[in-house]
């Protein structure tokens, strides 16, 4: 049976079936470990916000005697945990908090994605997957990669659906967006959840910036990404399931000068 | 969960051989599984962020990957306890073997070896050959010096036994990233927190 479908396997399937196998060769963690560091990283980045505000909130007269002898107790003593607040307080922190300090915490966010994404990009080329080629790569070619593996080798899945006006502005829409499966939302969701929610898609968005800024999409501003989650009209409209996961990308890129 | 149960009361020869085949087990068939290189990228975008934050006051950053770590190993235990069914540990030693053999197996597919007893049985240490946090990762010369950059994994235990009635000290001896010979993970029990019991009952 094996030497009757072998014919029909052109070469470039057999490419991609190694290519597969090599994957799944690779080492593995643990898939819960890394949707919790994923989302852990938002209460951190909440936390480090908290502790950079109180450092410039007027500590200048610090070199007293009384400082001193804190600092020597801090290095002394082992106790890591000294002020530590868990992560549901530092949530609703973020909640309570105004525009500014939560733009601060998105963006400290968004720039771990870029980070990720910048690096993420090499491993998926130098991994040698035959179905990339990107010698004559138009921008189109390039998002598609971001929906198809990159998506995939973050969440397990593809975008859902990608749309764009061939002038540089792309829709990218995840019907079940992972890092928020586990959350419990309704339908309709309050100002307070939509808020909450909002610091978890600023990863991804970073991701994207990072993926194209390593192809070249390098001036500042150049690419600008936002997400949303949608609502229930709006994936209605585009024919899927209406569903309080779905997230919404939205990629805009400027052409070079 | 009767397999593992019937293997943990047995003798213990039988039960160390059982543990491993036990978790071998669950990591196989009952794990949805990442690229553990994608893994190590992303932490090590967390870490880097960090330290650009901090201003590379590394003291800092150890601190809140700590502090990350504890908030991950409140809510990694659910899962854990979840996922192997397993029953409470009479004895450090036998902690210390579900550690290396079921959860570092489980979350991080390694098994790391322990030793280094204190005397009176109330410290051991984890040695890392493969620490999947810092494959390819090679720490600056300022770095080097002070950031424990998988300060995260004494977080995570540390949160996770406390919610197992263990209060423990957990910190790195030394990594490889330093220059060490070893990465040496040390878990010191302080005590066993007690059962509460509800005021005005017996």
Redesign the interface.
Known sequence: MDASQRPEMTEHQKQQLQFQLF?DS?????????R???N??I??AV??QD??SEESGGHEDNETEQGLEQDLDAKLT?D??KD????HKLLQKYLTADEEYQNKVDE?LN???F??GQ??SQ?LIFSNNPSLNFRDMDLLAVMKFVCRDVWR??F?KQIDNLKTNHRGTFYLLDNNYKPVESFALDEDMSQEEQTLIEPYLEIPCGVIRGVLDSLGFQEKGQVICTASITSDRESQKTGSSASSRAVLFNVQINPDR | MSASMSGNTASSSSSKKSLKAFSDDI?KNK?????????T??????V???C???ERDFA?V???L???G???G???IE?FLARTALPRCDSLAKTSEVISKCAFK????VTPQIGNWSSNKDSFSIFLDEN?LSEFVELPMDAARELWYSN?L??VL?GALEMVQMDC?V?FASDVLKGDQTTELRVKLNKILKDEIPAGED
Request: proline share 6%; aromatic share 12%.
């Open positions: 994957q690779l080492p593995k963690v643990n898939e819960i470990v890394y919790m560091l994923l852990e990283a209460p951190m936390n480090v502790r950079l082992f890591p945990l530590h607040v868990p992560s400290r720039n771990i994605g980070l990720l690096k993420l491993l080798q973050l397990g | 990591w794990t949805a599984k990442i690229n553990a290189e994608l893994f990228l992303t932490y090590g975008s967390i880097s962020q960090l650009t934050d901090y800092k150890n601190k809140q700590y502090s990350m504890y908030n991950i409140v809510r990694l899962d489980i979350f991080l597919n999947p995260i004494c977080g540390k000290d910190y």
